[in-house]
Structure formats: structure tokens, C-alpha cells
């Protein structure tokens, strides 16, 4: 079991940057993927990013390649997700989620948030124009 609280959220300016960071508790942290996924009202949930167990390992979708960056910290159970040079469209409802894959170092990096097990709550990102 594995609980999960995003935060960082908030209001920026088109060009700026926040970083999303996702707290997670339960054991053996490590052997879970985690992804960044976000949603529009009427629109389903989009992946972001994820990232294996060791952090060796990352994944972007194309929109956000250059611009965003995951990263884990599997001393303190966290993961980040900075985002930088922001857009009007990355406007979202912005999840943390966590997939077991048994593995640190191998297992699949998946795009498809039905993979998931456990999500957070979602935090609200908003960039003005």
C-alpha cells in the first residue's frame, strides 16, 4: 500500500517554472515506477513523465521533452517534477502515481495511466499567458 500527496501547485506566468513534488509513504518505495500524469476538465488523464525505481531511467511525452524534468529521491520517498519555460497548455490538473514493477532497476517505463495502482490527489498548475 502506498500512499501519495502532490504539491507545488499554483499560479506562474507563461516562461516560468515550478516544481511539483510527490511525497510517498509505505515500503520498498524503490521498486515502484512513478509517473506524472495531468488532466483538463473533459479530457482524459495525459501522461507527463515517469521514471524507473533507481531514477536511471526517465520518460517525456513530446510536449514537455526540453522543458520538464523528473527525478527521485528514494532516501526521503519522493519524487519531483520541475517544470520550467512553461506554456498556457500546461494548464492541468497535475497526479503523482505509482506502479509496481518488483524492480529497481529494470521494469517498464508506461505512458498508460490504467498501469497505475495508487495516485495522489492532484495539484492545480495554471500558467497565464
Known amino acids: 500500500q502506498v500512499q501519495l500527496v502532490e504539491s507545488g501547485g499554483g499560479l506562474v506566468q507563461a516562461g516560468g517554472s515550478l516544481s511539483l513534488s510527490c511525497a510517498a509513504s509505505?515500503?520498498?518505495?524503490?521498486?515502484?515506477?512513478m509517473g506524472w500524469f495531468r488532466r483538463t476538465p473533459g479530457k482524459e488523464r495525459e501522461f507527463v513523465a515517469a521514471i524507473s525505481g533507481s531514477g536511471g531511467r526517465t520518460s517525456y511525452i513530446d510536449s514537455v521533452k526540453g522543458r520538464f524534468t523528473i527525478s527521485r529521491d528514494n532516501a526521503k520517498n519522493t519524487v519531483t517534477l520541475q517544470m520550467n519555460s512553461l506554456k498556457p497548455e500546461d494548464t492541468a490538473e497535475y497526479f503523482c502515481?505509482?506502479?509496481?514493477?518488483?524492480?529497481?532497476?529494470?521494469?517498464?517505463?508506461?505512458?498508460?495511466?490504467?498501469?497505475?495502482?495508487?495516485w495522489g490527489q492532484g495539484t492545480q498548475v495554471t500558467v497565464s499567458s
Open positions: 502515481a505509482a506502479r509496481w514493477t518488483g524492480a529497481v532497476i529494470t521494469g517498464t517505463l508506461s505512458a498508460t495511466w490504467t498501469d497505475y495502482t495508487y
Open positions: 509505505g515500503r520498498n518505495f524503490r521498486y515502484y515506477a
